[in-house]
């Protein structure tokens, strides 16, 4: 089949899947499945083991561990004794929840902790604040990813240092052009990041009716003391926060030492997680059937096909042909915009680091020469406009943040709100945002 023609029924895939899922309530990640495999296998001639390849086994890793971990807090009553606790805290000034949320997002972010690693610990406790102080749950779900993921810019961070990477590597294909400086361009795009997030994070603060009576008639009473299990419980979550977090903060203090950077290197949150619920199990601070039941099993295996047909998508080369398209056909003044609603529809099922960025930043050096665009704008726009659909239930953001509702009726609002509200009014403000971006830089 015609390279265009392929990548117009890949595309007519994806949002069949997305609407046959809504439409019949069967999981979403079934109908990918199923359009991946026929695409894949029976069109484009791959086999089915390289297919099976394509599901994103570090993101269902992820999920599925930390899950487990954040269960047993969950169900030994640790999760909800923290909320009351930061609740109350907060009894003088409810109103700036939010903020406050997301602040507590970027400073673990610029710490070191991964996108995964922030939303996993936040996500459960944002949730029960957010019922505790009757603000709006989509509110906090946007709140703490958007300071994950501004924070996560920052040149030394986590998502910083690869897009530093991926900014280095997209000039080695045209060694005539001069490179930019990733890190001063790292900088530049984290601080952007934090203002476009404040943005947003105002708009759902102040937009919604749900809102405007945080705090209001809420007994902000000073938490009953942890027992036994809870305070070991606690203490795990804070060990595991220290274990997660003391080697990349290690690593941004002592850049030059091989020894950190190695053990750095072998850190990660899934494995942790799962080290410390076996810790958690050992010591009885929860049934293994409880927290076992409340593993997202619905949201991992979503994620799981929509991967795998995002990277049939990939493997297509539908992401080339829709950026060579726009270089050729949309107006210049347009392309930062243009770049921006693509890296959205991509992240809207993958991954920004894996899929998106390797895929786009390749484009820009040239692009920008021939166009006398800033690259660094180009960059910025690429990497804000996919991280504006992260909270995409498709995506890792949103599937984290659906793994930590305790109710399926609960998690199946959530969803359809973060469908059908949050993605389209984050990409619509980013591409705006980033438009005006392009003008100043």
């Known amino acids: 089949m015609e390279g265009s023609i392929l990548s117009i029924c890949i595309i007519a895939a994806i949002a069949l899947a997305v609407f046959l899922g809504y439409k019949t309530k069967i999981n979403t990640g079934f109908f990918c499945i199923v359009f991946a495999y026929v695409i894949g296998c029976f069109v484009m001639g791959l086999k089915p083991k390289a297919l099976i390849g394509y599901w994103p086994t570090n993101t269902m890793f992820v999920?599925?561990?930390?899950?487990?971990?954040?269960?047993?807090?969950?169900?030994?009553?640790?999760?909800?004794?923290?909320s009351r606790s930061l609740l109350y805290a907060c009894r003088k000034f409810p109103g700036l929840l939010p903020y406050a949320l997301f602040f507590v997002a970027v400073i673990l972010s610029v710490m070191g902790a991964a996108y995964f690693t922030v939303l996993a610990f936040l996500a459960p406790i944002t949730l029960l604040i957010c019922e505790e102080a009757?603000?709006?749950?989509?509110?906090?779900?946007?709140?703490?990813?958007?300071?994950?993921?501004?924070?996560?810019?920052?040149?030394?961070?986590?998502?910083?240092?690869?897009?530093?990477?991926?900014?280095?590597?997209?000039?080695?294909?045209?060694?005539?052009l001069t490179a930019v400086d990733s890190f001063s361009s790292s900088l530049t795009m984290c601080g952007l990041a934090i203002v476009?997030?404040?943005?947003?994070?105002?708009?759902?603060?102040?937009?919604?009716k749900t809102n405007r009576n945080i705090g209001k008639g809420v007994k902000f009473e000073k938490p009953e003391a942890y027992d036994k299990k809870q305070k070991q419980t606690l203490t795990l979550i804070l060990v595991m926060m220290a274990v997660v977090l003391i080697f990349p903060v290690l690593k941004l203090l002592i850049p030059g030492s091989k020894t950190i950077s190695a053990l750095a290197g072998k850190i990660d949150v899934g494995l942790v997680a799962i080290v410390f619920a076996v810790i958690a199990l050992l010591l009885k601070l929860a049934p293994q059937k409880e927290i076992i039941a409340r593993v997202p099993w619905n949201t991992?295996?979503?994620?799981?096909?929509?991967?795998?047909?995002?990277?049939?998508?990939?493997?297509?080369?539908?992401?080339?042909?829709l950026s060579a398209w726009i270089g050729s056909?949309?107006?210049?003044?347009?392309?930062?915009?243009?770049?921006?609603?693509?890296?959205?529809?991509?992240?809207?099922f993958s991954s920004t680091t894996g899929v998106v960025c390797p895929a786009l930043f390749p484009l820009i050096p040239a692009l920008a020469a021939a166009t006398g665009l800033n690259p660094v704008a180009l960059f910025t726009c690429t990497v804000l406009g996919a991280q504006s659909s992260a909270i995409s239930p498709f995506s890792s953001g949103g599937s984290l943040i659906l793994g930590s509702c305790s109710q399926e009726e609960e998690r199946n609002h959530l969803f359809n709100r973060l469908l059908f509200v949050a993605v389209p009014i984050s990409v619509g403000i980013c591409a705006v945002y980033n438009l005006a971006v392009s003008f100043i830089l």
């Open 196 to 208: 476009s997030a404040l943005i947003i994070i105002t708009l759902f603060r102040f937009g919604f």
């Open 300 to 321: 991992i295996l979503m994620i799981a096909g929509a991967g795998m047909l995002i990277a049939v998508a990939v493997e297509a080369g539908t992401i080339e042909m």
């Open 63 to 82: 999920i599925l561990a930390v899950s487990l971990f954040y269960n047993v807090a969950a169900a030994n009553g640790t999760l909800e004794k923290i």
């Open 329 to 348: 056909n949309v107006p210049v003044i347009l392309i930062p915009m243009a770049f921006s609603l693509v890296g959205a529809i991509m992240s809207f």
């Open 134 to 176: 009757r603000m709006d749950k989509l509110t906090g779900a946007v709140a703490i990813n958007c300071g994950a993921l501004a924070g996560g810019n920052f040149p030394t961070a986590a998502l910083g240092v690869i897009f530093r990477g991926l900014m280095d590597t997209a000039y080695e294909g045209t060694p005539e």
